[in-house]
């Protein structure tokens, strides 16, 4: 059979090292091993400060905050012939903590506090797609000189607020006061956007290669491996493709799937708090402590709309919904 050589596999080919070094894998005649060094640097700044100020007697202030950041390569996931890691993380995480203190008298203390902690988490890549495809690095006879990672991640970001107020009146301290929080996380990611084509050969092309293309001795054929190892070799440098895929997202309700477009999903919920409690000193040694506290959670929520739920009909419980032929729809509160 006659084979065109795809010149897209001849560029890549061309970076791979011509001295193998390593005997530990292959077979020792077509395929050997490479043992190749890639830079693995971790480097953190961090930077902080901290303010207490006694505005008067009856009122304090403090704050604190922390900013650090992390720049780290990936050899673990860029595991390629790179000496510089395509892949890294470079995040910068702040997290702040403020209170204001107030005490009017010696019977009454009010303090209120509120910071936040904005976490993100990024993979980035610094490889070239502008060729507009990829290709399936878990056929090749070798491995593959791009990492093939495609950029993903996310960003938690956390506000949280408190105010909570003791009164002393008699043989009662009175303790009452509420909470919020809120969090959303930003969530993206682009594995498959670009189309994947893996190298082979399918079950409906008539030229794979077969164990009498290979002369053997009488009485003897080419192993399975050997076999394996020499029709990938072959479908690499001929450029074989025995299937392509590609993954393709929504951004927005009405938009369908669009093609080359990152799944993009922005989550949040918030959390509500109040509580009230006494703790009565009934004798010297006898002290009754009571209260009650109610937490709201509300439902996880993606700001555009972009998860499908169950729909909990009225009079039912989420259980009920869950057991029957449910129905399905967008988690949009908005809608």
Known sequence: PTFTVDPAMLALLKRI?????????????????YQLNARNNSTQDNAGTRVDYNINQKNTVTGTFSWNRQVVDRPDIDTSYDVVPLVQNNDAIKFLSTAWRYSPNGKVTNEVRFGFDLAPAYFSSSQNFSSGYVLDDSVLPFTDPNPNFLPQGRNTRTWVGQDNAVWVRGNHQFKFGFQAERVTIATTNSAGIYPTY??????AQSDTPQQSNFPAPPGSSISQSDLSNATAILASVAGIISQEQQTYNVTSQTSGYVNGSAENRNYRQFQWSVYAGDSWRIKPRLTLTYGLRWDHFSPVDEKDGLVL???????QTATQTLLSNATIDFADRKS
Do not use: K
């Not at 193998?20 to 005649?29: L, Q």
């Open 17 to 33: 090292p011509t001295t193998p070094n390593n005997t530990r894998v292959g077979d020792g005649v077509n395929l050997l091993g």
């Open 198 to 203: 893996t190298l082979g050969f399918s079950s």
């Open 309 to 315: 739920l169950p729909v909990i009909p009225g009079g």
